[in-house]
Antibody, heavy 128, light 107 residues
Framework: EVQLVESGGGLVQPGGSLRLSCAAS????????MDWVRQAPGKGLEWVAR??????????EYAASVTGRFTISRDDAKNSLHLQMNSLDSDDTAVYYC???????????????????WGQGTTVTVSS | DIQMTQSPSSLSASVGDRVTITCRTS??????LGWYQQKPGKAPKRLIY???SLQSGVPSRFSGSGSGTEFTLTISSLQPEDFATYYC?????????FGGGTKVEIK
């Protein structure tokens, strides 16, 4: 059974930092792209960041709203995903989900990855 | 960035009704789209991938269609457990973007 368990959320002051983690089990973690998605209170879903797998040299992508402040990383030996969040502000208050991505479509021999499994989320509150 | 326009933003329906939700994208994304269901306080769950393929374990009353810029999620006969919020997600290009969501409520 695929399991994704996030941790590390909490209350942090504006300008502060926090590191989220996601422990993965039940699948071959190193094969997959992994994402962070967040959801502000009462709002919709927002993609935050992606890390590709070893084959794609662990390259990363970020939403514009977090570029330069957040860093996604992974440790395939420990089946874990991380999100280092710096310079936090109130707009970063949200539930943060870890998601596994799998090849969902292929065009011209290029694979496109969609999220197919999610953790239960960890809550980050940025407030003084 | 690819803009996602999902409609309606909410709807009221009865058990047994046929429900259709639409997602339009600002540029063509072939079939690089998924549909997700989210219940209050829970993580999203993928229902449909590649615009029209049913995720394993998802009831067959859910179906997806479309390609290019217009996509549809249909629930053929709404069940009590289907009352939730539904989102589309494009994974064609970065940044990945979600639709604004459709809240399906009980009439």
């Amino acid at each position: 059974e695929v399991q994704l368990v996030e941790s590390g959320g909490g209350l942090v002051q504006p300008g502060g930092s926090l590191r989220l983690s996601c422990a993965a089990s039940g699948f071959t973690f190193s094969d997959h792209y992994m994402d962070w998605v967040r959801q502000a209170p009462g709002k919709g879903l927002e993609w935050v960041a992606r890390t590709r797998n070893r084959v794609k040299r662990y390259t990363t992508e970020y939403a514009a709203s977090v570029t330069g402040r957040f860093t996604i990383s992974r440790d395939d030996a420990k089946n874990s995903l991380h999100l280092q969040m710096n310079s936090l502000d109130s707009d970063d208050t949200a539930v943060y989900y870890c998601a596994r991505s799998t090849v969902s479509t292929t065009h011209n021999n290029i694979d496109y990855y969609g999220m197919d499994a999610w953790g239960q989320g960890t809550t980050v509150t940025v407030s003084s | 960035d690819i803009q996602m326009t999902q409609s309606p933003s909410s709807l009221s329906a009865s058990v047994g009704d046929r429900v259709t939700i639409t997602c339009r994208t600002s540029q063509g994304i072939r079939n690089d789209l998924g549909w997700y269901q989210q219940k209050p306080g829970k993580a999203p769950k993928r229902l449909i991938y590649a615009a029209s393929s049913l995720q394993s374990g998802v009831p067959s009353r859910f179906s997806g269609s479309g390609s290019g810029t217009e996509f549809t999620l249909t629930i053929s006969s709404l069940q009590p457990e289907d009352f939730a919020t539904y989102y589309c997600l494009q994974h064609n290009s970065y940044p990945l973007t979600f639709g604004g969501g459709t809240k399906v409520e009980i009439k």
